[in-house]
């Protein structure tokens, strides 16, 4: 077994917050392989029938055909009472480590086997996106002390990513809830953990993605640049079957645009208390 540390660039933030196609800008780099949401693999029974990006099912994907991927029991999220207790924990500033490695998980086989693959497959690529965002994954594979993580920690604002909620039918309450407990808890864990990690504006992805993606690229020691990626993007072989995949959202990629539609998905109402929350936290 290979004994150096797997390196997995790691996406925390929020649902809606451009996870996915980050995941994508990333993977389109030599040296990066983007797996999608590992967070999803366990739950998904039927595994083997899922679409991937490349047009195959999984069962028939060159790529993830040779990893046994529905036997694979990895690290998702934990049931309500130990998010609870985590949560709670991590509000004392009391150790959580010991609250997520209740059972053995195969997290470590699974990325061994993905580094042998990589090598087989994609020979250049050296580190792996996993665009999961839970923090709890997150917590898990700090603790495991096993692979050496990069986070980036995604910021949306708080009117754009509850917009995203609602359009998605889950609704104002889960998107504003979901939003303030996430960015309570993220940093707090962050912090408390003496971790590093990249704070990643979606507004400035979106408004001057060269500035953002050139000082990503440096916080990952990657050569990265938006030109660069935009191009790559049309021809990159990429093996992802969670988040949306097709190939012709990058086939005539013409690049990002700064989604403003909650002016008119949230109400009156909604955009006033938002803004009064967002003001407040920023005091
Ligand atoms: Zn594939």
Known sequence: MDNKKPCIIYLLGVSYSSSTLLGYFLGSHPKVFNAGELMLFPGKSRIGDMPCFCGRTVAGCDFWKHLPLSEYQLYSKPGFKAKFKIAAFLLLGRPVCRLVLDRPRDDRVFFDHLAANMKAYDPGAQMVVDTSKSLFRLIFLVCTGQYDIKIIYL????????????????????????????????????????????DLSYKRLCLDPEAEIRDLGRFLHLDLSYETIKEHLKTTPFHVFTGSTGRAQFRDFKG????????????????????????????
């Open 155 to 198: 910021r949306r604002d708080i009117l754009g990513n509850v917009a995203s909620f609602i359009k998605s039918r889950e609704g104002f309450f889960k998107g504003f809830v979901n939003y303030k407990l996430n960015h309570f808890f993220m940093p707090r864990f962050l912090k408390q953990y003496g971790l590093d990690w990249y």
């Open 256 to 283: 990002l645009r700064y989604d403003t539609t909650w002016q008119w998905r949230l109400s009156g109402i909604q955009q006033r208390f938002l803004k009064w929350i967002a003001l407040k936290s920023e005091q």
